[in-house]
């Protein structure tokens, strides 16, 4: 039986992307609730996939014996697109499915100060042009009540 393909969820940080990998069950079942492969091979080896537009990389074996957990991918580009699909085995299956991709952008210290710099501006030009635009409504430039007398027309 194959084993796989695993729950994958991730998330960026500044260099790194975080990846959290839950086991997938087994078919098997115990007063029918599915066995964990946990219970059945007591540790699970799994490899996390790095794809980038240009490259791919593999990641050495690790082991696991949880169920669910997490391991950071670090030393990475900032600002760059990431996809990762990890793929789950044991030392008496080797047959596995490898998960989806799942794809996250690292973060940047300068965009994220460039948004926090353009929200600022947006926010302090809008207070500007709503004060002048009052202004000129409190002159009688615009938004005029009372219509002009036929002298003036």
């Known amino acids: 039986a194959f084993l796989g393909p695993p729950e994958v969820n991730i998330s960026s940080c500044l260099n790194c992307i975080n990846v959290t990998v839950k086991l997938p069950t087994s078919h098997l079942r115990n007063n029918e609730k599915p066995v964990s492969l946990i219970d059945i091979y007591k540790e699970i080896d799994y490899y996390i996939t790095l794809k980038t537009p240009d490259r791919e990389h593999k990641t050495p074996r690790e082991t696991t014996t949880n169920e669910t957990f997490s391991t950071v991918i670090g ?22 499915v490898p998960s989806a991709w799942k794809c996250a952008t690292t973060g940047s210290v300068a965009q994220q100060g460039y948004y926090s710099a353009s929200f600022a501006g947006a926010i302090c030009f809008s207070l500007v042009l709503g004060i002048v635009l ?7 430039y615009i938004l005029q009540k009372k219509s002009l007398p036929h002298t003036l027309v």
Request: glycine fraction near 6%; charge should be positive; aromatic fraction near 10%.
């Open 75 to 96: 030393e990475l580009y900032p600002n760059t697109n990431y996809c990762v699909s990890v793929t789950v085995s044991a030392s008496l299956n080797k047959l596995s």
């Open 134 to 140: 009052k202004c000129m409504h409190w002159g009688g």
